[in-house]
């Protein structure tokens, strides 16, 4: 798949997002906000029928992705929400969700480290001895430090939806510069549905703004 519709197919967990929030959260969003919603679907359908590289294994997995994201998000702001109520002050510094966050992703990461034999082939690659491999790792880590601290932070100030609505902005630089980096094959139809995709995040950012 091309990383613009990648990133415009990503707008459906916007719409997965908003609907989780409602059953957990018995939060209503307003008409401006669901018409948005249903533009960038309109994108995504549009975008897939006009993708000169499409192939339904990756749109398959970017559908899961979509789902997995949402459920996320949601699942994130929940536990915070539970564990600030479990506390004597009803308080939970980021830094704290930071580390209760990562602290559990370890036990599903070494069972697929052990899986997947990762350990053997890190052992005897050549990527060890590289010094620019331990600088981008490092990097690396340190960006995914920053961005759990922020996530957590962002989700403390506003709402799932609201987190989804940030993420899905970046599409508009990300979509024209994956197009043009990678010379990804395209036509008028294609670009005209990634921009309208583009568009609707845009107006679902000022529906939420409105609302």
């Known amino acids: 798949m ?57 749109y398959t997995w970017q559908i899961f992705n979509c789902f997995f994201t949402a459920a996320y998000s949601l699942t994130l702001r929940k536990v915070m929400d539970t564990a600030k109520a479990s506390t004597k002050s009803g ?41 620019g491999f331990w600088v981008a790792v490092t990097l690396s880590g340190l960006l995914g430090l920053a961005i759990s601290f922020t996530s957590m932070w962002f989700l403390h100030q506003t709402s799932p939806t609201t987190y989804s609505l940030v993420g899905s902005l970046n599409k508009i630089p990300l979509s024209l510069f994956g197009i043009i980096l990678f010379n990804a094959p395209t036509n008028a139809a294609n670009i005209s549905s990634i921009l309208f995709g583009c568009f609707a995040g845009v107006l679902f950012a000022r529906a939420k703004m409105l609302g």
Not at 11 to 26: D, H, K
Not at 99 to 115: E, G, K
């Open 91 to 131: 308080q939970l510094s980021e830094f704290t969700m930071v580390l209760l966050n990562n602290a559990l992703s370890f036990p599903p990461a070494i069972i697929l480290i052990i899986a997947f034999s990762e350990t053997k082939y890190l052992l005897h690659s050549p990527l060890m001895l590289n010094g």
């Open 2 to 58: 091309q990383v613009a519709m990648v990133t415009i197919l990503k707008n459906v967990t916007n719409l997965i997002t908003a609907v989780g929030e409602m059953y957990l959260f018995r939060k209503r969003h307003s008409t401006k906000v669901w018409g948005s919603l249903f533009l960038m679907i309109l994108s995504a359908f549009c975008g897939g029928f006009t993708d000169l590289a499409f192939h339904p294994v990756g």
